[in-house]
């Protein structure tokens, strides 16, 4: 039986519910983290749980927890269900409220933990690699929804996948008001061309905790990854492509918009951080059971 926790307690999956009057469910009005456990240890806890309440603060969301309670919940979650191998999903809603749009009519948020057992996102996509589509939803302005709120309105992002779904991509390539790169629908774009990694700034774009990783790897290689602006020609002319995210880990992309990336296999840049990046998270992170 799956236990969620649910503002303080441990229930039941099919008890784990929130009032129809959440603002959470209205309107979208709240914050998540997507986290991963391996092997009994949960990767990059501290950095995880930091964004979530970064995320709470832009949008003045006042989570009734520390960040190390926050913590010590989401282990405790683990060890209720007995999972060692797990993705975690902490959610932060406004919380109970009227019709109308105020957020002080909301006087106490939802925290929720889920925890759930989870393997490789792309199963054997991680061997071939995936094939990616540009799309024409753009992604949220800076000024207007910063993407850097980890937001539970994520209607930006699926519309983004709607659309690769439809032209037959695995990820979507989302491009900013500019016609820059950003995104995927879920995860960090990045791109290699002559032995240099190059990924967007994370103005257009979510400052991924995987994405900081594999750039921490790839320094500690001697090949550090450049910040810089990049646009759909950077893509279809590179030599690898890969992308970063919590759920997909560190996924090839071999195709874009119909464009041969490199050889048309994961390249050995690639490969190598695919490798090292599975080390450390399989060697580091807090343990569940102490």
């Known amino acids: ?57 832009a949008i003045m969301l006042n989570i009734p927890l520390t960040e190390e309670e926050m913590c010590q919940a989401i282990l405790e979650t683990l060890r209720k269900n007995n999972l060692r191998n797990a993705y975690i999903r902490p959610i932060v809603s406004r919380g109970y409220g009227d019709l109308g749009l105020d957020p ?59 659309e690769a779904n439809i032209k037959g991509g695995n990820e979507a390539i989302i491009l900013d ?6 995104e995927g629908s879920g995860d960090n774009i990045f791109v290699i061309k002559d032995g240099q990694i190059s990924t967007p700034h994370t103005i257009n774009n979510l400052k991924g905790i995987t994405r900081a990783a594999v750039m921490d790897l790839a320094e500690i290689r001697g090949n550090p990854i450049q910040e810089k602006e990049l646009g759909l020609f950077d893509l279809y002319t590179a030599d690898e492509v890969f992308v970063t995210g919590t759920a997909a ?16 296999k994961p390249g050995p840049i690639t490969k190598e951080l695919m490798a090292a990046f599975k080390e450390l998270a399989m060697t580091t992170g807090t343990a569940i059971f102490e």
């Open 177 to 182: 008001s500019r016609g820059l790169v950003s």
């Open 1 to 57: 039986m799956k236990l969620i926790y649910l503002n303080g307690k441990f229930v039941p999956e099919e008890q784990a519910t929130v009032s129809v009057f959440d603002h959470g469910f209205l309107y979208g009005d709240g914050v998540f983290e997507g986290i991963r456990a391996y092997d009994g240890r949960v990767f990059r806890l501290e950095d995880h749980v930091q964004r979530l309440f970064d995320s709470a603060k």
């Open 104 to 162: 002080n009519k909301c006087p106490k948020p939802s925290v929720i933990i889920i925890a759930v057992e989870w393997g490789a996102m792309y199963g054997d996509l991680y061997e071939v690699g995936l094939t990616a589509v540009s799309v024409s939803v753009r992604r949220n302005s800076p000024d207007s929804l910063p993407p850097n709120i980890k937001s539970l309105n994520y209607l930006n992002n699926i519309l983004a996948k709607i």
């Open 249 to 264: 880990e560190v996924a090839p992309v071999t195709k874009v918009d119909g464009r041969v990336i490199g050889t048309g």
